[in-house]
Each structure stands twice: as structure tokens, then as C-alpha cells.
């Protein structure tokens, strides 16, 4: 679920601004295009004024309605300031190379689209008016031809077991495994239940919640401490929960459970008079520290296995779409997804915050879910072109990134697909959460009909070997030619 509710708020806003027609191309940013931005001298004013301008939303506003004026050289300079702000958001890049287009800038607006395309993003400019002016040019059959590749299926998932559609309709979204009974458990957005699939088989683990202000309510995403006998949930009153009402409004909290038998140990949850609130991501280090997020306030909290008490951990006014927190084999890296800012990390020991993703490599915006394995990140990305999970390497002293490989790309299963768990060398998966087909209090929407759930599984380092051996063999015949780069 994670950064849903953010989604569709973005979705809305880009309604208003932007209007229908225009909605669907809503996207993030990338580095600054190539010059002709002729406001820099013939408004010098305006053009100093964008560029000096920190607020999103503001320049948004602003550029959805130069984009009703048709007013292009000013809406290109606003998207290309918004894009400099949120590097890792590619609508942003997007909407800046259609600036260019419609101004018949052919070299700025190629040169986002290929760096788009570098990128792995699958943006068809073949498919919107707007960018017909810079069409018929051999360049652009070429940026075109080698983007649509990008949106090609890659990887190799396979189901691996399912929720009949009788049942999906209770939002079985959050995935966790328990290596003791070799079962999987599924936590419910619709009526706050957890249950357990083995062999096949589904059972009820945890019963439907009763939904008043103790919780616990919408199921938002669960990790098994197995080590200490322990299932984590973390929970919130979601619009879509069955039993929302006006008196658990904005409720969350974390709900500990013995992972052995099902039975309550201990609440924590979030004070009423401060909320709203919205946990939606939480993991556990291997000593027994439990890391949960406050998306809305832009919180990353922590219940000590000792104190049992919840403390803080990093509070900020800029990352307001936390997802996807993950810890290292010794406790000491905390790593998070912020779905506009990209991907971070934690040395808690040094106090010391980690920007893990360079936009001119990896474009890291959309992520809902992380996973550590292997000294690497596994993350969801279902908020890009196409829909992928990816790898990411770190350094060994996990501070970089070092190398990003795909996992699985444009697989036409997949419906926002999001949480994951890693068992032995396998990566599983909810690869259709079905989002898009339900209204904001978790009903179908007309017309719409739910489809099996899917869990899938794949290899966690799938082609890996293959795709560094072959960036060796260009490298050694770089040398050869007495080529640097």
C-alpha cells in the first residue's frame, strides 16, 4: 500500500493542473537539458525568479498554467526548475522534454529523451501530439524505437501461489515468511487480518480486527522476527478499512504478536491527539529493534526490544513519502525509500544519512518497497515507466551504490506490484495489488472486476553474472582499442 494514498492525492493534483488529456503523462525529473532557454535574456526577471523558487507545488501550479496558456517557453522553464528539484522523479523529465518539443527544440528535447532511455524508462513520445513537432528526424526514430524497447518484458518470475479473486478484495498486500513453519503470511488492508498460506492452503492466522481506537485496523505491512518467536504489524485506519469511522480516523500503530501461535503481546500505538498519522513500512534489525515510518510527519521511529517503549530515530520536513525500510545483517545500516527523493540510508552508529542513488545512473523515484540481501537493495519500483524490480550492489562499506541490475521489467502481471520477501536464493512478490481498480474506500470501481492474486517468485540475482561478464569484455576491449571511456 505504502505510497498509494500519496499516489492518488498526486493524481488529483494533476487533474486540476494539468486537466484530462494531460494527466496521464504526469511524471519525474532528470539533470539540466541543454540551453535554449531564451527567458535566461529575454525575461530575465521571470526567468531568475523560477530558478531561485524551492516549492514544487508552487511551480506546478505555476506550470500547469502556462501549459493551459500554451505559453511553452514558460512552462519549459518551470518543469526544467522542477526537474533540478526532484532528480529522481521522470514525469518531471518528461514534461520538461515536452517543453522543448512543443518550442521545436530538437537537441533539448532529444537529449532528455535519451537520458530517459539510458535510464531504462519506457516514455513514448510516439503516442502524444505534443511532441510532434520534433518528429521526422532519424534521431528520433531512434530515441523512439529504443525507448519502446525499454518497455519490453525482462526477467524470468513465475507464480508461485495465489489468492482466488473470492478473496482479493481484502487487499491481501502485505507479504512476510516464516522459516519455522515454512509458511507465508499476508496481511489484509480491508479488514485488518493476517493470514497464513502452506502448501497452498489459506487459513486464518489473525482474526479480522474490531476496529476501535485500540486497533488494530488496515494491515499496512508485517515482518517476522523469527529469532525472538515475534510477527510485527503495523497498522492504520485507512479510508479503505471495512470498519473505518469518523473515531479511528487517522489511527495507527505497531501490534506484536507471537509468531508461533497468533497471540496479542503488546500495542503501540500512535497518540490520538496528534494525528493524523500513516505507518506504512516497518522491519527488524537482528537484535529485535522494530524501524516503522510515520509517513505523513515525515518520521522514521524505533521500539526498543528492551524498553518497549517507541523512540525517535530521524525527523524531517523534506521526506514526506517514506517507504520501504530495510536493515543490514548487523543492525547498524538502516536503509528507506522516499517515493519523491529517492533512495537513503542510515550508518546509525556515525548518525551519519546516505544518498544512495546518483539520478544520472539510476533514477530512484516510485520506489515502495526495499529489501536488503547480499549487501544490496532490492527495490519495487511501481510508481515509474515501465513497472520493475531492481537490484542495487552496494560498496563494501555499504555508503554507495556500486552497480543497479534488473530483476524483472515490464511483466505484463504486474498491477502496482510491491512487497516482497527474500527466501534462500528467491525473491517472492505481490505483483498485482490491484490498486488501480478499487475507489477510495477499497470498492470496485464500476466496471471492474478483481483478479487472482498473484504472488510470484524469481531468482534474487537474476542474469547477474552474465550481464558483469560482458561489461568486462567491453571493458577489456576498450583497452584494447586504447579507449578511456
Not at 500500500?1 to 494527466?23: E, N, P, S
Not at 525517535?312 to 538502516?334: A, C, K, W
Request: with cysteine; glycine share 8%.
Amino acid at each position: 500500500m505504502k505510497h498509494r494514498l500519496l499516489r492518488f492525492a498526486l493524481i488529483v493534483c494533476c487533474v486540476l493542473l494539468w486537466g484530462h488529456q494531460t494527466m496521464a503523462q504526469f511524471l519525474p525529473p532528470a539533470e539540466k537539458a541543454a540551453g535554449e532557454d531564451s527567458l535566461a535574456t529575454g525575461d530575465a526577471a521571470f526567468y531568475y525568479t523560477v530558478k531561485n523558487n524551492h516549492n514544487v507545488p508552487e511551480l506546478l501550479t505555476m506550470g500547469g498554467r502556462f501549459y493551459q496558456e500554451k505559453n511553452w517557453p514558460k512552462f519549459t522553464t518551470v518543469m526544467e526548475r522542477v526537474s533540478e528539484l526532484r532528480p529522481h522523479q521522470a514525469e518531471y523529465q518528461w514534461l520538461a522534454a515536452k517543453g522543448h518539443a512543443l518550442q521545436n527544440h530538437k537537441s533539448a528535447a532529444y537529449d532528455r529523451l535519451i537520458r530517459m532511455q539510458k535510464l531504462g524508462l519506457a516514455y513514448d513520445p510516439s503516442t502524444d501530439d505534443d511532441f510532434a513537432p520534433v518528429r521526422g528526424t532519424p534521431v528520433y526514430d531512434y530515441i523512439v524505437e529504443n525507448l519502446q524497447a525499454n518497455g519490453e518484458p525482462f526477467g524470468s518470475s513465475q507464480p508461485a501461489f495465489q489468492i482466488d479473486k473470492a478473496w482479493t478484495g481484502l487487499l491481501y498486500e502485505s507479504l512476510a515468511y516464516d522459516p519455522k513453519s515454512r509458511s507465508f503470511l499476508l496481511g489484509s488492508v480491508r479488514d485488518g487480518s493476517v493470514i497464513r498460506i502452506k502448501d497452498g492452503h489459506r487459513q486464518t492466522f489473525i482474526s479480522p480486527s474490531q476496529g476501535d481506537q485500540s486497533g488494530p485496523w488496515s494491515v499496512t505491512d508485517l515482518a517476522v522476527d523469527a529469532a525472538h518467536n515475534r510477527l510485527w504489524v503495523a497498522s492504520t485506519s485507512l479510508p479503505q478499512y471495512s470498519r473505518f469511522s469518523p473515531e479511528n480516523q487517522g489511527m495507527a500503530g505497531i501490534f506484536e504478536y507471537a509468531l508461533d501461535s497468533g497471540q496479542l503481546i503488546k500495542r503501540y500505538v500512535l497518540p490520538a491527539k496528534s494525528r493524523p498519522h500513516l505507518i506504512t513500512s516497518l522491519t527488524v534489525a537482528p537484535d529485535g529493534t522494530v524501524y516503522f515510518n510515520n509517513n505523513i510527519r515525515g518520521h522514521i521511529l524505533r521500539i526498543d526490544p528492551k524498553v518497549k517503549k517507541i523512540a525517535g530515530v530521524l525527523e524531517s520536513p523534506i521526506f514526506r513519502s517514506i517507504n520501504g525500510l530495510t536493515t543490514d545483517e548487523t543492525g547498524q545500516f538502516l536503509y528507506f525509500s522516499d517515493f519523491e527523493f529517492g533512495l537513503f540510508g542510515i550508518d546509525l552508529k556515525k548518525k551519519q544519512l546516505l544518498d544512495l542513488a546518483d539520478p544520472a545512473r539510476f533514477i530512484a523515484g516510485g520506489i515502495d518497497d526495499v529489501i536488503y540481501d547480499d549487501n544490496g537493495l532490492i527495490v519495487f519500483q511501481n510508481g515509474i515507466r515501465p513497472q520493475r524490480i531492481m537490484r542495487i550492489q552496494l560498496s563494501p562499506d555499504k555508503h554507495r551504490a556500486l552497480k543497479v541490475y534488473p530483476i524483472e521489467s515490464a511483466n505484463p502481471r504486474f498491477d502496482l506490484p510491491g512487497h516482497g520477501v527474500v527466501v534462500a536464493d528467491k525473491l517472492y512478490y505481490v505483483a498485482n495489488s490491484q490498486w488501480r481498480k478499487m475507489d477510495a474506500r477499497g470498492l470496485l470501481k464500476d466496471g471492474e472486476q478483481w483478479s487472482d492474486q498473484l504472488i510470484m517468485v524469481t531468482d534474487k540475482h537474476y542474469k547477474e553474472a552474465a550481464r558483469d561478464k560482458r561489461e568486462a569484455d567491453i571493458e577489456n576491449y576498450k583497452k584494447k582499442l586504447g579507449l578511456s571511456h
